[in-house]
């Protein structure tokens, strides 16, 4: 049987169903929405957009989100054409009427003969057939349960506890410093593995106070705040008590700064390496509920951290995802059972374009798969391929926490093309790369999925 079954009408199956049905596949669509409802979705509509109405910069030369919009356009995306009809202005950004924009994408699909949209829930893992499973972030209870049987307790999150992640190389090393607590590790590359950022006492306590003060937002109804073992919120914790944070992630014990031998830190913020390519950074233990602004402004206190950019800021909230680097294979498939692929949210990445964008990429990876038609591996210098290479191998298993597409994702640039080049300049040469490794690879598919 070639009919490829897809779970859940989001950003993400919309897309898969999209790039199936054009290469001739039968497609059946389960999605769950009337019938079965979320916290945040409204309408029974597929490809609802929950929260805000915007598919970020437009700007496939020096944006990476914007970027991965040029790809998915090459690529005949569904939710990039229904985007373009229904923009809103928005200067650089990709704004749209979210009510005209899921119609678009329900009766695209439900027009197409070879597309069937089911309404249920899917409770438990198919044994036998095509699928991809797509649920997002608020996955059925039922469907999560099943999952956690299959994958282990350690393997599916339902919460995001994010803390923020930092561009290496904009933290500035003549004030930190690389060590692991008391200096653990085999190797001389473990023993550095951590990046530390000094405070005096003056600095912590402004710090606290800044902590303090900071605007944070609030729960949505119907998220609930059992997770909060062992993930407390920063701010929270300083609530508790102004030293709990000195006895907690930031103790100054095991560490010796370079720059100061004599002078011992009074606090010490850690950052840990977060992708292979050591270009990524998060700060070790700083989930928190503050608005992103304030989380700006409040990191950008930390010795070392003042002109540092952020890859993404930290946060906490209902969020079913894999720990992918353990459980999917490059091609996106649950190694335990490689006829079940993923795609969007639930495999680790982070916001409705990457969604789509996995989406995108599991629909072509079926086709070709159902088809016989092997694919060469999706490009790892393209968008689509950097965060794919970083969901199931390149991030941290351990600390693994969902991904906002962005430039320190990319293998750095070498020779002439790398090199202290402009931020401006490597964005653009970034992008160049991209965008010919992306085509390469849709050329190889031309025949099964027209452009
Ligand atoms: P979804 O778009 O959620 O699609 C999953 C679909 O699966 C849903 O239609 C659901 O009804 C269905 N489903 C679930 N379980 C089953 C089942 N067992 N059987 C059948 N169907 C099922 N990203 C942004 O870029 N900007 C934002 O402003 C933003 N705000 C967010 C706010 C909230 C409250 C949440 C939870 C997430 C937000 N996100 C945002 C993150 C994320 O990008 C979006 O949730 C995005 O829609 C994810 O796409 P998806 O296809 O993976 O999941």
Redesign the pocket.
């Known amino acids: 049987d070639k009919t490829l079954h897809i779970?859940?009408?989001?950003?993400?199956?919309?897309e898969a169903a999209w790039q199936a049905a054009r290469a001739g596949l039968d497609v059946v669509i389960?999605?769950?929405?009337p019938k079965?409802?979320?916290?945040?979705?409204q309408t029974g509509n597929?490809?609802?957009?929950?929260?805000?109405n915007?598919?970020?910069s437009d700007d496939h030369e020096q944006n990476a989100v914007g970027l991965l919009h040029w790809e998915m356009r090459q690529a005949g995306s569904l939710l990039m054409q229904a985007a373009t009809a229904h923009r809103l202005p928005a200067g650089g950004a990709l704004a749209v009427d979210r009510d005209a924009f899921s119609a678009h994408v329900t009766e695209t699909l439900r027009a197409l003969p070879n597309v069937t949209v089911s309404s249920?829930?899917?409770?438990a893992l198919p044994d036998q057939g095509h699928w991809i499973i797509?649920?997002?972030?608020?996955?059925?209870d039922?469907?999560g349960r099943a999952l956690q049987a299959e994958t282990g307790t350690e393997a599916l999150a339902f919460f995001d506890a994010i803390a923020p992640i930092v561009h290496h190389d904009s933290i500035d090393m003549g004030k930190a410093w690389l060590q692991s607590r008391y200096d653990k590790g085999e190797t001389e590359a473990e023993q550095k593995a951590y990046i530390n950022c000094p405070m005096t006492r003056d600095d912590y306590e402004a710090f606290i106070d800044a902590l303090l003060a900071a605007e944070k937002t609030q729960f949505?109804e119907g998220e609930t705040a059992g997770y909060f073992d062992g993930c407390l919120p920063i701010e929270v914790m300083a609530e508790r008590g102004r030293e709990t944070l000195r006895h907690g992630p930031m103790k100054p014990v095991g560490l010796t700064n370079p720059h100061q031998p004599d002078q011992k830190p009074y606090a010490v913020v850690q950052l840990r390496r977060d992708n292979a390519l050591g270009t990524l950074y998060n700060i070790v233990g700083f989930q928190t509920k503050m608005k992103y602004g304030a989380q700006t402004e409040v990191f950008r206190r930390i010795p070392g951290l003042e002109n540092a950019q952020f890859a993404r800021l930290g946060g906490i909230?209902?969020?079913t995802f894999l720990n992918s680097p353990t459980l999917l294979d490059a091609q996106m498939r649950l190694r335990s059972r490689p006829h079940l692929r993923f795609?969007?949210?639930?495999t680790g990445v982070?916001?409705?374009?990457?969604?789509?964008a996995?989406?995108l990429v599991a629909g072509r990876l079926a086709v070709a798969e159902i088809l016989g038609q092997p694919l060469p591996p999706v490009p790892q210098d393209s968008a689509h391929g950097a965060l794919i290479h970083h969901i199931t191998g390149g991030a941290e298993a351990k600390s693994f926490q969902p991904m906002n597409v962005n430039f320190g994702l990319f293998q750095p640039l070498t020779g002439l093309r790398g090199g202290r080049r402009g931020r401006k300049d490597r964005y653009k040469a970034y992008t160049d790369r991209a965008k010919a490794a992306w085509a390469d690879w849709l050329a190889a598919q031309e025949e099964v999925i027209p452009a």
């Open positions: 779970v859940g009408g989001g950003m993400a199956g919309s389960h999605e769950m929405r079965v409802e979320t916290f945040a979705h597929l490809a609802e957009m929950v929260c805000s915007s598919f970020r249920e829930e899917i409770t797509a649920t997002g972030p608020l996955t059925s039922a469907l949505h909230h209902r969020n795609a969007g949210q639930i982070e916001g409705y374009v990457e969604s789509a996995m989406g």
